[in-house]
């Protein structure tokens, strides 16, 4: 039989089809809704890393003029808390930004973006890795989710391949002209298969098209970002096959078309709501979390301990308000005062550090173990590659709090030699202070590990389909239709 | 006429493969997700009062020192984790669960779960009101959105009508037939509910009358999904175009109208972020009294107060020490600015849920998820009451450390410190939820909107009935 009739003939039924048009007018708007929506969590993220870095500046200038004033003379009275010549109160004052930018294609999956922050200042005193890391917002709002593009993908895009497919052998069956075709030299199997590969080649396109015009609508520069949504394409393409293929089996045994939709709808809603949910519950039982709770119970015990020694060094009333200090005019003495300050911080500052490393290790074995239960599901697989090219995964959010916390040191060891040679702060070295970029390098990759999944769990389906029709005999199918 | 209709349609489905399938696994999954729903609770709460424990004997075993070292040290509110969330975990996942109670400053509730938890964790959890709210319905049309068509592709419905059976019995028989194993499984979940709740040692927090008053709300979630099962059935010329016409205002109401309403709502009344937030606080603390800027404009303009008040001239001369009255009246000044702000943000939060109960006009599911998440003490409304009453411990814990500094020493002197049986004279932190009765009587909104969604689809259900065509 010439295939190529066959694909003719197909895409011709497929034009015809009135509601696969809609659908598939539908699934544009959906994809350009979900894109536009997508960008606005991202304009959201941006704002307050723009004006934090606006404020950022305009103190910049201030502290430059304030600290020429103090120099030449023209500014006095001013408390040691409020000098902008001691080094501490820069360190304190002239906080960097240290902000996690959102990668330009963020808008295709909020991810964890909404449990964080993406400004953080880490200053001279204060524990990095105790920072804030929280966002303000609605918990019902990080409960429901977003309709972004990778709600639309995981969850949408299955159920229009099932949509396109799911009566393919059964509707031939019903309208008896199964039995004309099979009584062609022509194998079930290979037939369907054609069939199947014209569906496919005809949402892909859809989809890929849906895709593009969504992201170029919301802004996305496609040259720019080509490796990125290639990248998404794939994936996409690899998880549209394995549903094609699940779509493939159940059709290959023989059952009605209402079998059929009950039968796939019932995968759809075991595969992608409850094996997720399923995985997440066991992955949060069988390796909880490290608990915080119990954490910051030994890091208040270390941190009271250690409050105990740094009294010793200096008086904790100071250390709690370093502003009633005695106002000195002398700049010597009070450098002494503030040397002590800073070594009795440093006391607490390292017992709870080795609290805070030990839970932090922890942590980082927890969430590696589950991240391997990924494999479990392609729907889980898919959501992390999303995750990944949008730059919202949990590693990208663990890398911004590691990175952070190494700025912060980083920050610290601009001013600790300066402070413990007793240097005053000169107004140039304002320019010259450490400043955090984000690098997006340190996250680790995990795409080629998702993306060979996902073509393993493509191929078994296809393979199990055909394996399972050798033992239903064409003759059987002829007979039943 | 009507209850033969009824258990003849209750033996169709009882015997019917796929319900029996789908209901076993809903069951399964249920026992499943309240068991270690329990187990998980009894893990929280076994941490929380021990970490609890463990913060009163840090505070209880301070050394001498001056109370505003103490205050500055601090002391940690673990929020409780309530019995019913069994059933429900609501925004558990999504909140913070402990609160850091130290001078100068209103500290947020940190340690979220989901912030320690992997992208995974966002697909939901194995919880029953996952199972309740999204796979019963589904189990509901799966089971019944053939009930009426298949009658009409069989030809039977002709038969029926010919025999004079009227379209509201029919109508009454068949939802009863269809409604009664679902609410059969689902009863059974919570027997099982309640049996657990009554081994669980803290039970006499828990109101039986509302967990009696949860599965009223889903019964009537579920009778809103079977008054539109029925009336898809009815519509529909085959089975086939029900099933995809219920299947679509199934994810539609369930998947799609959560997200979509969540995106509006903040949209149209958005919070602000961390960083204008407590920005918006530090502008308005500069302006005024604060602990920590005793020569501020506002803290000479208090000295000047006192000073007249006692008529004195110097802060040597006042029977109490200043510096501990400044720092109480600096703090309770900052409390204010605090309360102020967080006020705004509880506004644009009641905005939002005006907006969720408008959008729920449009899915049954909002109400539904609401209302139990509210009975189960698992809603952000719980969260908000947890940490406003741990505020108002704060203040209380502030006022007794800073007066004691005010009324035991003398002003300028603070080598003073407090002697280490005065950290027990401060009563530990004690939370108490809000009663039932208020939190019924502030979801009223909610109640009402479930009642019209399932008085109004009954309506339709019926009408179409009366119009039934073979």
Same mark, same amino acid.
């Given at each position: 039989?010439?295939?190529?009739?066959?694909?003719k003939?197909?895409?011709?039924?497929?034009?015809?089809?009135?509601?696969?048009?809609?659908l598939?007018?539908?699934?544009?708007?959906?994809?350009?809704?979900a894109?536009?929506?997508?960008?606005?969590?991202?304009?959201?993220?941006?704002?307050?890393i723009?004006?934090?870095?606006?404020?950022?500046?305009?103190?910049?200038e201030?502290?430059?003029?304030?600290?020429?004033?103090v120099?030449?003379?023209?500014?006095?009275?001013?408390?040691?808390?409020?000098?902008?010549?001691?080094?501490?109160?820069?360190?304190?004052?002239?906080?960097?930004?240290?902000?996690?930018?959102?990668?330009?294609?963020?808008?295709?999956?909020?991810?964890?973006?909404?449990?964080?922050?993406?400004?953080?200042?880490?200053?001279?005193?204060?524990e990095?890795?105790?920072?804030?890391f929280?966002?303000?917002?609605?918990?019902?709002?990080?409960?429901?989710?977003?309709?972004d593009l990778?709600?639309?993908?995981?969850?949408?895009?299955?159920?229009?391949?099932?949509?396109?497919?799911?009566?393919?052998?059964?509707?031939e069956?019903e309208?008896?002209?199964?039995?004309?075709?099979?009584?062609?030299?022509?194998?079930?199997?290979r037939?369907?298969?054609?069939?199947?590969?014209?569906?496919?080649?005809?949402?892909?396109?859809?989809?890929?098209?849906?895709?593009?015009?969504?992201?170029?609508?919301?802004?996305?520069?496609?040259?720019?970002?080509?490796?990125?949504?290639?990248r998404?394409?794939?994936?996409?393409?690899?998880?549209?096959?394995f549903?094609?293929?699940?779509?493939?089996?159940?059709?290959?045994?023989?059952y009605?078309?209402?079998?059929n939709?009950?039968?796939?709808?019932?995968?759809?809603?075991?595969?992608?709501?409850?094996?997720?949910?399923?995985?997440?519950?066991?992955?949060?039982?069988?390796?909880?979390?490290?608990?915080?709770?119990?954490?910051?119970?030994?890091?208040?015990?270390?941190?009271?301990?250690?409050?105990?020694?740094?009294d010793?060094?200096?008086?904790?009333?100071?250390?709690?308000h370093p502003?009633?200090?005695?106002a000195?005019?002398?700049?010597?003495?009070?450098?002494?005062?503030?040397?002590?300050?800073?070594?009795?911080q440093?006391?607490?500052?390292?017992?709870?550090?080795?609290?805070?490393?030990?839970?932090?290790?922890?942590?980082?074995?927890q969430?590696?173990?589950?991240?391997?239960?990924?494999f479990?599901?392609?729907?889980?697989?898919?959501?992390?590659?999303?995750?990944?090219?949008?730059?919202?995964?949990?590693?990208?959010?663990?890398?911004?709090?590691?990175?952070?916390?190494?700025?912060?040191?980083?920050?610290r060891?601009?001013?600790?030699?300066?402070?413990?040679?007793?240097?005053?702060?000169?107004?140039?070295?304002?320019?010259?202070?450490?400043?955090?970029?984000?690098?997006?390098?340190?996250?680790?990759?995990?795409?080629?590990?998702?993306?060979l999944?996902?073509?393993?769990?493509?191929?078994?389906?296809?393979?199990?389909a055909?394996?399972?029709?050798?033992?239903?005999?064409?003759?059987?199918?002829?007979?039943?239709? | 006429?009507?209850?033969?209709?009824?258990?003849?349609?209750?033996?169709?489905?009882?015997?019917e493969g796929?319900?029996?399938?789908?209901?076993?696994?809903?069951?399964?999954?249920?026992?499943?997700?309240?068991?270690?729903?329990?187990?998980y609770?009894?893990y929280?709460?076994?941490?929380?009062?021990?970490?609890?424990?463990?913060?009163?004997?840090?505070?209880?075993?301070?050394?001498?020192?001056?109370?505003?070292?103490a205050?500055?040290?601090?002391?940690?509110?673990?929020?409780?984790?309530?019995?019913?969330?069994?059933?429900?975990?609501?925004?558990?996942?999504y909140?913070?669960?402990?609160?850091?109670l130290?001078?100068?400053?209103?500290?947020?509730?940190?340690y979220m $779960?989901?912030?320690?938890?992997?992208? &995974?964790?966002? !697909?939901?959890?194995?919880?029953?009101?996952? %199972? *309740?709210? @999204?796979? +019963?319905?589904?189990?509901i049309i799966?089971?019944?959105?053939?009930?009426?068509?298949r009658?009409?592709?069989?030809?039977?419905?002709?038969?029926?009508?010919?025999?004079?059976?009227?379209?509201? $019995?029919?109508?009454?028989?068949?939802? &009863?037939?269809? !409604?009664?194993?679902?609410a059969?499984?689902? %009863? *059974?979940? @919570?027997? +099982?509910?309640?049996?657990l709740?009554?081994?669980?040692?803290d039970?006499?927090?828990?109101?039986?009358?509302?967990?009696?008053?949860?599965l009223?709300?889903?019964?009537?979630?579920?009778?809103?999904?079977?008054?539109?099962?029925?009336?898809?059935?009815?519509?529909?010329?085959r089975?086939?175009?029900a099933?995809?016409?219920?299947?679509?205002?199934?994810?539609?109401?369930?998947?799609a109208?959560?997200?979509?309403?969540?995106?509006?709502?903040?949209?149209?009344y958005?919070?602000?972020?961390?960083?204008?937030?407590?920005?918006?606080?530090?502008q308005?603390?500069?302006?005024?009294?604060?602990?920590?800027?005793?020569?501020s404009?506002?803290?000479?303009?208090?000295?000047?107060?006192?000073?007249?008040?006692?008529?004195?001239?110097?802060?040597?001369k006042?029977?109490?020490?200043?510096?501990?009255?400044?720092?109480?009246?600096?703090?309770?000044h900052?409390?204010?600015?605090?309360?102020?702000?967080?006020?705004?943000?509880k506004?644009?939060?009641?905005?939002?849920?005006?907006?969720?109960?408008?959008?729920?006009?449009?899915?049954?599911?909002?109400p539904?998820?609401?209302?139990?998440?509210?009975l189960s003490?698992?809603?952000?409304y719980?969260?908000?009451?947890?940490?406003d009453?741990?505020?108002?411990?704060?203040?209380y814990?502030?006022?007794?450390?800073?007066?004691?500094?005010?009324?035991?020493?003398?002003?300028?002197?603070w080598?003073?410190?407090?002697?280490?049986?005065?950290?027990?004279?401060i009563?530990?932190?004690?939370?108490?939820?809000?009663?039932?009765?208020?939190?019924?009587?502030?979801?009223?909104?909610?109640?009402?909107v479930?009642?019209v969604?399932?008085?109004a689809?009954?309506?339709?259900?019926?009408?179409?009935f009366?119009?039934l065509?073979p």
């Open positions: 039989m010439s295939y190529r009739y066959q694909y003939y197909e895409w011709l039924v497929l034009l015809r089809e009135r509601w696969i048009i809609i598939s007018v539908i699934t544009l708007f959906l994809f350009i809704y894109a536009f929506s997508g960008r606005e969590r991202v304009e959201e993220r941006k704002r307050p723009a004006v934090a870095r606006e404020e950022m500046k305009a103190n910049d201030r502290l430059k003029l304030l600290i020429d004033s120099e030449r003379g023209l500014k006095s009275g001013l408390s040691p808390w409020q000098n902008p010549q001691r080094l501490n109160v820069v360190g304190q004052q002239a906080a960097r930004v240290a902000a996690f930018d959102p990668q330009p294609l963020a808008l295709i999956a909020t991810g964890q973006s909404d449990l964080f922050t993406h400004v953080v200042k880490p200053r001279l005193y204060g990095a890795q105790t920072l804030g929280s966002e303000l917002s609605n918990p019902v709002q990080l409960l429901f989710g977003n309709f990778a709600f639309t993908i995981i969850y949408l895009l299955p159920l229009l391949v099932l949509a396109f497919s799911y009566n393919l052998l059964s509707a069956k309208s008896g002209s199964l039995r004309l075709t099979l009584a062609q030299p022509v194998g079930v199997t037939w369907l298969f054609n069939k199947i590969s014209v569906r496919f080649l005809v949402l892909s396109v859809l989809v890929i098209i849906s895709l593009l015009v969504a992201l170029i609508l919301a802004g996305v520069s496609v040259s720019e970002q080509g490796s990125g949504i290639l998404m394409l794939i994936a996409i393409l690899l998880y549209m096959i549903w094609f293929g699940l779509s493939f089996l159940i059709n290959l045994r023989g009605s078309s209402g079998q939709a009950v039968i796939l709808v019932s995968a759809w809603v075991l595969l992608v709501l409850l094996v997720p949910a399923t995985i997440s519950h066991l992955a949060n039982h069988l390796y909880p979390v490290p608990s915080r709770v119990v954490m910051l119970t030994e890091l208040r015990y270390a941190e009271a301990e250690a409050q105990k020694k740094a010793s060094i200096l008086e904790s009333y100071y250390r709690d502003e009633l200090m005695p000195q005019s002398s700049g010597q003495h009070l450098y002494i005062f503030w040397i002590k300050y800073f070594a009795a440093e006391e607490i500052r390292k017992a709870m550090q080795t609290v805070l490393n030990a839970y932090e290790d922890k942590l980082q074995a969430q590696r173990t589950v991240d391997r239960l990924r479990l599901s392609p729907a889980i697989l898919i959501q992390n590659v999303l995750n990944e090219i949008a730059g919202t995964s949990t590693r990208h959010y663990n890398s911004y709090r590691a990175q952070v916390v190494a700025f912060a040191e980083t920050w060891q601009f001013f600790v030699p300066k402070i413990f040679r007793n240097e005053l702060m000169k107004k140039e070295w304002i320019d010259e202070l450490p400043s955090f970029t984000w690098d997006e390098k340190l996250v680790e990759k995990q795409y080629l590990a998702d993306t999944a996902l073509i393993a769990y493509a191929v078994i389906t296809f393979g199990v055909i394996w399972l029709q050798r033992s239903l005999l064409k003759r059987e199918l002829i007979i039943s239709a | 006429m009507l209850f033969k209709i009824a258990f003849k349609e209750m033996k169709e489905v009882l015997r796929r319900f029996r399938i789908l209901s076993l696994l809903c069951l399964l999954l249920l026992v499943v997700a309240v068991f270690s729903a329990k187990k609770y009894e929280v709460n076994a941490q929380h009062r021990s970490a609890a424990e463990k913060e009163r004997m840090n505070w209880l075993y301070q050394d001498a020192k001056n109370p505003h070292s205050a500055h040290y601090g002391t940690y509110a673990f929020k409780p984790k309530q019995p019913l969330s069994l059933l429900d975990q609501g925004v558990d996942k909140t913070g669960v402990s609160i850091y130290a001078a100068h400053a209103r500290n947020e509730a940190e $779960a989901a912030q320690d938890q992997t992208a &995974l964790s966002r !697909f939901g959890d194995l919880t029953a009101d996952f %199972i *309740l709210l @999204f796979l +019963i319905p589904l189990l799966l089971t019944g959105f053939n009930i009426i068509s009658e009409k592709e069989l030809g039977t419905l002709r038969l029926l009508q010919s025999m004079g059976v009227s379209p509201v $019995a029919l109508a009454w028989g068949k939802w &009863l037939g269809l !409604f009664i194993p679902v059969g499984v689902v %009863i *059974l979940v @919570f027997i +099982i509910v309640y049996f709740l009554v081994n669980i040692p039970f006499g927090q828990v109101s039986f009358s509302a967990v009696t008053l949860l009223g709300v889903y019964l009537i979630y579920y009778g809103v999904f079977a008054n539109l099962t029925l009336l898809f059935s009815a519509w529909a010329k089975s086939a175009l099933f995809v016409l219920l299947l679509t205002t199934w994810m539609v109401m369930c998947l109208m959560p997200r979509l309403t969540t995106t509006l709502a903040d949209k149209l958005p919070y602000p972020s961390q960083q204008e937030f407590y920005d918006a606080i530090n308005d603390k500069k302006k005024g009294l604060s602990g920590h800027e005793p020569w404009e506002a803290a000479k303009k208090l000295e000047q107060q006192v000073l007249a008040e006692y008529g004195v001239d110097s802060l040597h006042l029977p109490f020490n200043f510096d501990g009255y400044l720092m109480q009246k600096g703090e309770e900052e409390a204010e600015i605090y309360f102020a702000h967080y006020q705004k943000l506004e644009t939060y009641e905005k939002q849920s005006r907006f969720y109960r408008q959008a729920a006009l449009l899915s049954p599911y909002l539904a998820r609401f209302l139990s998440m509210a003490r698992t809603d952000y719980h969260h908000w009451h947890f940490c009453e741990a505020e108002k411990y704060r203040l814990m502030m006022n007794e450390l800073n007066m004691n500094l005010a009324e035991n020493s003398k002003f300028g002197d080598g003073y410190k407090a002697d280490p049986s005065f950290w027990a004279t009563k530990p932190f004690e939370y108490e939820a809000p009663s039932y009765a208020s939190i019924i009587s502030m979801n009223t909104g909610n109640f009402a479930l009642l969604w399932f008085a689809s009954m309506a339709v259900m019926l009408v179409r009366k119009n065509k």
